[in-house]
C-alpha cells in the first residue's frame, strides 16, 4: 500500500505529550528482510485530501507510507475524540532507528527487528531495516497495519486502557488498527488497491506468535488466527469491535 496524501506529507514527526501507563508496546514480528526491490506499477495520483495504495517498493515510498499513515490516524482519532467531547493529542514522534540500542524507552533500549510505541516517552520507533524489508515482502499496505497498531497503543493510554495481560492489550490494538483503517476507507480518506486486503492478511499474520506461546505469558501478542480476526472485525465493523463501550 503504498500511499499519496493530497496536501505536502510531512515528515515523520508530529505532536504533542502524553503520560504513561504501559511502558513498552509492541506489533511483534518474525518477518525476512529480502535483497533488492520488486518492481511497482505506477498510478495515477489521487484527489485532494484522500490517500490511496499503490505497489511501489522504494525507501522513498515506504518513508512515504509512513508519513501518509500518520497523517490518516492523527485525523482519525482526532474525529473519534472530537464526537465524544474529548480533546486529542497526537503521539509525539515516530522515530526509525538502525542498530539495538540506538532507541530506548524508559531506559530499556530497543531491539532490532521491531517496532513500538513507548508510552514513557510517548513515541512510536520502528527498525528501519526491519520495517523496510516487511514493506517489500508483504507490501506497502503493511505499513499502514504497523503504524496503525502502535498508534493504537497511544489512544490505549490516552483512555486509560490497561489490561492484566498484554495479549488483551495487543489484540485491542489490532481491531483498533483495523477499524482506522476500514473506517478510513469507507470514509474516502483512503483508497485501497487491489491486493490490500490480502497484504493486511498476510502481513497481521506474520507477526503472530508462536503457536506454543502461553496466552497469558509476559508479551503475548496473540497467534496469527487470533490476530487477523481481531484485525478484520475492527477493519470490517468499527471501534464497536474493539471493546471499547
Known sequence: ?????????????????????????????????????????????????????????????????????????????????????????????????????????????LPRNNAVYCSRGDFIAYDVAWSVGAFRQVGDAFVFYLLGHEYAHGIQVRLGINYSFTIQQELQADCMAGAYLGDSVRSGALRLAEGDLDEFREGVAAVGDDPDQPWFAEGAHGTAEQRTDMFFRGYERSLKECDLG
Do not use: H, N
Open 1 to 109: 500500500m503504498g500511499a499519496r496524501s493530497g496536501r505536502d506529507a510531512r515528515g515523520p514527526l508530529a505532536g504533542l505529550l502524553v503520560a504513561a501507563l504501559v511502558s513498552l508496546a509492541c506489533a511483534g514480528g518474525g518477518l525476512a528482510e529480502p535483497e533488492g526491490e520488486r518492481p511497482g506499477a505506477s498510478r495515477p495520483a489521487a484527489s485532494p485530501g484522500t490517500t490511496r495504495a499503490d505497489s511501489t517498493t522504494s525507501v522513498a515510498e515506504f518513508e512515504q507510507d509512513v508519513a501518509d499513515a500518520q497523517d490518516i490516524a492523527e485525523r482519525y482519532w482526532a474525529a473519534q475524540f472530537k464526537a465524544s467531547g474529548q480533546r486529542f493529542q497526537p503521539v509525539r514522534r515516530i522515530t526509525p532507528y538502525q542498530r539495538a540500542g540506538e532507541v530506548s524507552c524508559g531506559g530499556q533500549p
